[in-house]
Protein backbone atom coordinates (compact mmCIF):
# COMPACT_ATOMS: atom_id res chain seq x y z
CA UNK A 1 0.00 0.00 0.00
CA UNK A 2 0.81 3.67 -0.92
CA UNK A 3 1.78 6.04 1.78
CA UNK A 4 -0.10 8.91 1.69
CA UNK A 5 2.94 11.43 0.68
CA UNK A 6 3.58 8.63 -2.20
CA UNK A 7 -0.46 8.99 -3.63
CA UNK A 8 0.07 12.60 -3.75
CA UNK A 9 3.25 12.37 -5.29
CA UNK A 10 1.86 10.41 -7.76
CA UNK A 11 -1.21 12.30 -8.27
CA UNK A 12 1.15 15.44 -8.72
CA UNK A 13 2.88 13.11 -11.43
CA UNK A 14 -0.84 12.42 -12.95
CA UNK A 15 -1.61 16.18 -12.74
CA UNK A 16 1.53 17.56 -14.39
CA UNK A 17 0.80 14.61 -16.77
CA UNK A 18 -2.64 16.18 -17.39
CA UNK A 19 -1.35 19.93 -17.98
CA UNK A 20 1.44 19.17 -20.81
CA UNK A 21 -1.63 16.89 -22.12
CA UNK A 22 1.27 14.11 -22.49
CA UNK A 23 -1.29 11.79 -24.56
CA UNK A 24 -1.11 14.12 -27.27
CA UNK A 25 2.80 14.34 -27.33
CA UNK A 26 3.41 10.61 -28.73
CA UNK A 27 0.98 11.51 -31.61
CA UNK A 28 2.82 14.64 -32.21
CA UNK A 29 6.53 12.65 -32.27
CA UNK A 30 5.33 9.62 -34.69
CA UNK A 31 3.39 12.19 -36.97
CA UNK A 32 6.66 13.98 -37.60
CA UNK A 33 8.84 10.78 -37.89
CA UNK A 34 5.79 9.15 -40.52
CA UNK A 35 6.07 12.19 -42.35
CA UNK A 36 10.29 12.17 -42.63
CA UNK A 37 10.08 8.50 -43.58
CA UNK A 38 7.08 8.48 -45.98
CA UNK A 39 6.68 12.17 -47.59
CA UNK A 40 10.04 13.99 -47.22
CA UNK A 41 12.67 11.16 -47.47
CA UNK A 42 11.05 7.94 -49.01
CA UNK A 43 13.93 6.99 -50.93
CA UNK A 44 15.97 6.12 -47.48
CA UNK A 45 15.63 3.14 -45.59
CA UNK A 46 12.96 3.90 -42.49
CA UNK A 47 16.08 2.97 -40.12
CA UNK A 48 18.34 5.09 -41.14
CA UNK A 49 15.83 8.23 -40.77
CA UNK A 50 15.10 6.68 -37.03
CA UNK A 51 18.89 6.46 -36.10
CA UNK A 52 19.39 9.74 -37.20
CA UNK A 53 20.30 11.39 -33.93
CA UNK A 54 19.91 15.52 -35.45
CA UNK A 55 16.38 14.34 -36.39
CA UNK A 56 15.68 13.39 -32.85
CA UNK A 57 16.95 16.00 -31.61
CA UNK A 58 14.35 18.35 -33.84
CA UNK A 59 11.49 15.99 -33.40
CA UNK A 60 12.42 15.69 -29.27
CA UNK A 61 12.94 19.31 -29.18
CA UNK A 62 9.37 19.87 -30.53
CA UNK A 63 7.81 17.83 -28.47
CA UNK A 64 8.89 19.21 -25.31
CA UNK A 65 8.45 22.66 -26.79
CA UNK A 66 4.56 21.90 -27.24
CA UNK A 67 4.73 20.59 -24.30
CA UNK A 68 5.67 23.83 -22.11
CA UNK A 69 3.45 25.52 -24.35
CA UNK A 70 0.37 23.58 -22.98
CA UNK A 71 2.00 24.74 -19.56
CA UNK A 72 2.23 28.39 -20.16
CA UNK A 73 -1.33 28.38 -21.63
CA UNK A 74 -2.80 26.34 -18.58
CA UNK A 75 -1.05 28.24 -16.69
CA UNK A 76 -2.81 32.21 -18.12
CA UNK A 77 -6.56 30.06 -18.43
CA UNK A 78 -6.57 29.00 -15.54
CA UNK A 79 -9.37 30.73 -13.42
CA UNK A 80 -11.38 30.04 -17.24
CA UNK A 81 -10.61 26.47 -17.15
CA UNK A 82 -12.29 26.71 -13.92
CA UNK A 83 -15.91 27.36 -15.43
CA UNK A 84 -14.85 25.09 -18.55
CA UNK A 85 -13.14 22.40 -17.14
CA UNK A 86 -13.82 21.87 -13.41
CA UNK A 87 -13.00 18.39 -13.10
CA UNK A 88 -9.32 18.73 -15.17
CA UNK A 89 -8.68 22.40 -13.32
CA UNK A 90 -8.95 20.63 -10.12
CA UNK A 91 -6.58 17.74 -11.53
CA UNK A 92 -3.80 20.57 -12.73
CA UNK A 93 -4.15 22.50 -9.47
CA UNK A 94 -2.42 19.99 -7.50
CA UNK A 95 0.94 21.41 -8.97
CA UNK A 96 1.54 24.52 -8.18
CA UNK A 97 1.75 27.62 -10.67
CA UNK A 98 5.56 28.13 -9.25
CA UNK A 99 6.27 24.36 -10.24
CA UNK A 100 4.35 24.92 -13.53
CA UNK A 101 6.66 27.90 -14.61
CA UNK A 102 9.94 26.10 -13.52
CA UNK A 103 9.25 23.09 -15.59
CA UNK A 104 7.76 25.75 -18.63
CA UNK A 105 11.53 27.33 -18.18
CA UNK A 106 13.35 23.74 -18.01
CA UNK A 107 11.66 22.40 -20.55
CA UNK A 108 12.68 25.60 -23.07
CA UNK A 109 16.17 25.60 -21.55
CA UNK A 110 16.61 21.77 -23.04
CA UNK A 111 14.51 22.23 -26.14
CA UNK A 112 16.71 25.17 -26.91
CA UNK A 113 20.11 23.49 -26.51
CA UNK A 114 18.95 20.21 -28.37
CA UNK A 115 18.49 22.82 -31.77
CA UNK A 116 21.73 24.41 -30.74
CA UNK A 117 23.19 21.26 -30.65
CA UNK A 118 21.61 20.51 -34.43
CA UNK A 119 22.54 24.06 -35.76
CA UNK A 120 22.23 27.72 -35.00
CA UNK A 121 19.82 27.90 -37.88
CA UNK A 122 17.33 25.32 -35.57
CA UNK A 123 18.21 27.01 -32.49
CA UNK A 124 16.97 30.65 -33.82
CA UNK A 125 13.94 28.62 -35.64
CA UNK A 126 12.89 27.18 -31.87
CA UNK A 127 13.79 30.31 -30.05
CA UNK A 128 11.14 32.46 -31.90
CA UNK A 129 8.66 29.21 -31.75
CA UNK A 130 9.11 29.50 -27.83
CA UNK A 131 8.39 33.09 -28.13
CA UNK A 132 5.57 32.89 -30.01
CA UNK A 133 3.52 30.12 -28.11
CA UNK A 134 4.47 32.28 -24.35
CA UNK A 135 3.02 35.47 -26.95
CA UNK A 136 -0.36 33.55 -28.07
CA UNK A 137 -0.91 32.25 -24.76
CA UNK A 138 -0.24 35.74 -22.61
CA UNK A 139 -1.43 37.99 -25.86
CA UNK A 140 -3.34 36.65 -28.79
CA UNK A 141 -5.58 34.17 -27.75
CA UNK A 142 -7.90 36.37 -26.26
CA UNK A 143 -8.70 37.97 -29.77
CA UNK A 144 -11.43 36.81 -32.27
CA UNK A 145 -9.66 35.17 -35.60
CA UNK A 146 -6.45 36.37 -34.88
CA UNK A 147 -6.15 34.02 -31.79
CA UNK A 148 -7.35 31.21 -33.69
CA UNK A 149 -5.77 31.70 -36.90
CA UNK A 150 -2.29 31.72 -34.38
CA UNK A 151 -3.13 28.83 -32.38
CA UNK A 152 -4.13 26.68 -35.82
CA UNK A 153 -0.74 27.95 -37.09
CA UNK A 154 1.82 27.25 -33.98
CA UNK A 155 0.02 23.64 -34.29
CA UNK A 156 1.79 23.01 -37.61
CA UNK A 157 5.19 24.74 -37.03
CA UNK A 158 6.91 21.14 -35.90
CA UNK A 159 6.24 19.79 -39.37
CA UNK A 160 7.64 22.63 -40.77
CA UNK A 161 10.99 22.16 -38.64
CA UNK A 162 10.86 18.91 -40.35
CA UNK A 163 11.00 20.30 -43.73
CA UNK A 164 13.35 22.80 -43.09
CA UNK A 165 15.68 20.45 -41.91
CA UNK A 166 15.64 17.77 -44.65
CA UNK A 167 15.86 20.68 -47.22
CA UNK A 168 18.74 22.40 -45.43
CA UNK A 169 20.47 19.40 -46.11
CA UNK A 170 20.12 18.83 -49.96
CA UNK A 171 21.80 21.11 -52.20
CA UNK A 172 20.67 23.92 -55.02
CA UNK A 173 20.32 21.30 -57.76
CA UNK A 174 18.51 19.10 -56.35
CA UNK A 175 15.73 21.28 -55.00
CA UNK A 176 13.84 21.07 -57.92
CA UNK A 177 13.54 17.48 -57.36
CA UNK A 178 12.28 17.56 -54.06
CA UNK A 179 9.20 19.70 -54.96
CA UNK A 180 7.35 17.54 -55.10
CA UNK A 181 7.83 16.52 -51.42
CA UNK A 182 7.59 19.77 -50.62
CA UNK A 183 4.01 20.43 -52.10
CA UNK A 184 2.87 17.31 -50.48
CA UNK A 185 3.64 17.95 -47.15
CA UNK A 186 2.56 21.78 -47.67
CA UNK A 187 -0.72 20.27 -48.94
CA UNK A 188 -0.72 18.04 -46.32
CA UNK A 189 -0.19 20.85 -43.49
CA UNK A 190 -2.93 22.83 -44.95
CA UNK A 191 -5.27 20.42 -44.47
CA UNK A 192 -4.15 19.87 -40.97
CA UNK A 193 -4.07 23.85 -40.48
CA UNK A 194 -8.03 23.79 -41.54
CA UNK A 195 -8.66 21.06 -39.66
CA UNK A 196 -6.73 23.04 -36.23
CA UNK A 197 -8.69 26.02 -37.07
CA UNK A 198 -12.01 24.31 -37.45
CA UNK A 199 -11.55 22.66 -34.07
CA UNK A 200 -10.28 25.91 -32.37
CA UNK A 201 -14.04 27.78 -33.45
CA UNK A 202 -15.66 25.12 -32.12
CA UNK A 203 -13.87 25.15 -29.07
CA UNK A 204 -14.54 28.89 -28.94
CA UNK A 205 -18.35 27.65 -28.60
CA UNK A 206 -17.71 24.72 -26.31
CA UNK A 207 -16.07 27.18 -23.71
CA UNK A 208 -18.41 30.08 -24.09
CA UNK A 209 -19.27 30.68 -20.19
CA UNK A 210 -15.57 30.47 -19.55
CA UNK A 211 -14.62 32.98 -22.35
CA UNK A 212 -17.39 34.87 -21.46
CA UNK A 213 -16.58 35.27 -17.85
CA UNK A 214 -12.88 35.66 -18.28
CA UNK A 215 -13.61 38.78 -21.00
CA UNK A 216 -12.45 36.92 -24.12
CA UNK A 217 -13.19 38.43 -27.03
CA UNK A 218 -14.07 35.35 -29.25
CA UNK A 219 -16.36 35.38 -32.47
CA UNK A 220 -19.60 34.34 -30.54
CA UNK A 221 -19.23 36.40 -27.51
CA UNK A 222 -18.39 39.27 -29.93
CA UNK A 223 -21.00 38.25 -32.91
CA UNK A 224 -23.14 35.20 -32.04
CA UNK A 225 -23.19 31.17 -32.73
CA UNK A 226 -24.77 31.64 -35.72
CA UNK A 227 -21.84 33.55 -37.67
CA UNK A 228 -19.03 31.01 -35.77
CA UNK A 229 -21.23 28.36 -37.29
CA UNK A 230 -20.42 29.99 -40.83
CA UNK A 231 -17.51 30.69 -40.56
CA UNK A 232 -16.65 26.55 -39.72
CA UNK A 233 -18.74 25.65 -42.67
CA UNK A 234 -16.95 27.92 -44.87
CA UNK A 235 -13.57 26.58 -43.35
CA UNK A 236 -15.23 22.91 -43.94
CA UNK A 237 -15.52 23.57 -47.56
CA UNK A 238 -12.09 24.93 -47.93
CA UNK A 239 -10.39 21.71 -47.15
CA UNK A 240 -11.76 20.60 -50.23
CA UNK A 241 -8.69 22.56 -52.21
CA UNK A 242 -5.82 21.04 -50.18
CA UNK A 243 -7.33 17.68 -50.54
CA UNK A 244 -7.97 17.68 -54.66
CA UNK A 245 -3.82 19.06 -55.06
CA UNK A 246 -2.88 15.56 -53.16
CA UNK A 247 -5.38 13.20 -54.92
CA UNK A 248 -5.52 14.80 -58.47
CA UNK A 249 -2.34 16.23 -58.96
CA UNK A 250 0.31 14.02 -56.50
CA UNK A 251 0.23 10.68 -55.65
CA UNK A 252 -0.54 9.66 -52.09
CA UNK A 253 -0.95 6.06 -52.65
CA UNK A 254 -3.99 4.38 -50.73
CA UNK A 255 -4.49 7.29 -48.80
CA UNK A 256 -6.91 8.98 -51.04
CA UNK A 257 -9.51 6.64 -49.02
CA UNK A 258 -8.27 8.49 -45.55
CA UNK A 259 -9.71 12.01 -47.33
CA UNK A 260 -12.50 10.11 -49.25
CA UNK A 261 -13.98 8.90 -45.33
CA UNK A 262 -13.02 12.31 -43.83
CA UNK A 263 -15.20 14.49 -46.48
CA UNK A 264 -18.28 11.82 -45.59
CA UNK A 265 -17.27 12.37 -42.09
CA UNK A 266 -17.22 16.33 -42.10
CA UNK A 267 -20.68 16.11 -44.49
CA UNK A 268 -22.48 14.46 -41.49
CA UNK A 269 -20.51 17.60 -38.76
CA UNK A 270 -21.65 19.96 -40.56
CA UNK A 271 -25.61 18.72 -40.90
CA UNK A 272 -24.69 18.43 -36.69
CA UNK A 273 -23.29 21.76 -35.76
CA UNK A 274 -26.56 23.54 -36.96
CA UNK A 275 -28.41 21.25 -34.54
CA UNK A 276 -25.96 21.70 -31.86
CA UNK A 277 -26.13 24.28 -29.01
CA UNK A 278 -25.49 22.68 -25.98
CA UNK A 279 -21.70 22.39 -24.72
CA UNK A 280 -22.05 18.66 -24.85
CA UNK A 281 -22.63 18.92 -28.36
CA UNK A 282 -19.62 20.66 -29.25
CA UNK A 283 -17.78 18.61 -27.58
CA UNK A 284 -18.64 16.14 -29.33
CA UNK A 285 -18.07 17.83 -32.39
CA UNK A 286 -14.45 18.56 -30.92
CA UNK A 287 -13.75 14.89 -30.56
CA UNK A 288 -14.80 14.03 -34.30
CA UNK A 289 -12.33 16.59 -35.15
CA UNK A 290 -9.89 15.13 -33.12
CA UNK A 291 -10.62 11.61 -34.06
CA UNK A 292 -9.62 12.81 -37.87
CA UNK A 293 -6.63 14.11 -36.98
CA UNK A 294 -5.16 11.88 -35.22
CA UNK A 295 -6.42 8.88 -37.67
CA UNK A 296 -4.91 11.14 -40.11
CA UNK A 297 -1.32 10.65 -38.72
CA UNK A 298 -1.72 6.98 -38.50
CA UNK A 299 -2.93 7.34 -42.31
CA UNK A 300 0.56 8.35 -43.89
CA UNK A 301 1.60 5.13 -43.93
CA UNK A 302 -0.75 4.74 -46.52
CA UNK A 303 1.31 7.33 -48.51
CA UNK A 304 3.65 4.13 -49.61
CA UNK A 305 3.50 1.60 -47.38
CA UNK A 306 6.05 -0.61 -49.31
CA UNK A 307 9.07 1.74 -47.31
CA UNK A 308 8.46 -0.27 -45.21
CA UNK A 309 9.60 -3.89 -46.46
CA UNK A 310 10.80 -3.28 -50.26
CA UNK A 311 14.64 -2.77 -51.35
CA UNK A 312 16.91 -0.62 -49.42
CA UNK A 313 13.74 0.78 -47.73
CA UNK A 314 13.50 -2.22 -45.77
CA UNK A 315 13.07 -1.08 -42.09
CA UNK A 316 15.23 -3.90 -40.50
CA UNK A 317 18.08 -4.33 -43.09
CA UNK A 318 21.32 -2.88 -42.36
Known amino acids: MLSRQHKLLVMKIVSLFSVVRGYNIPIIVLAQYLSAIFILAPEKRALDILLDFNLFLIVFASAITIASGYIINNFYDSQKDLINRPNKSMLDRLVSQKTKLSVYFTLNFIAALMALIVSWRAFLFFSVYIFLIWFYSHKVKKYPIVGNLTAAFLAVIPFFAILLYFYNKISFEEIE??????????????????????REMIKDLENLKGDLANNYRTIPILYNEKVSKQIITVLTLLTVVPVYILINIYDV?????????????LLFFLIYLWKSNSKEQFLL????????IVSGVFCIVLINPSVLWHGKNLLLKF
Open 177 to 198: DHMSHFMVISSHAVFLFLLLLI
Open 285 to 292: LHNVLKFL
Open 253 to 265: GYMDIYFYICFAV
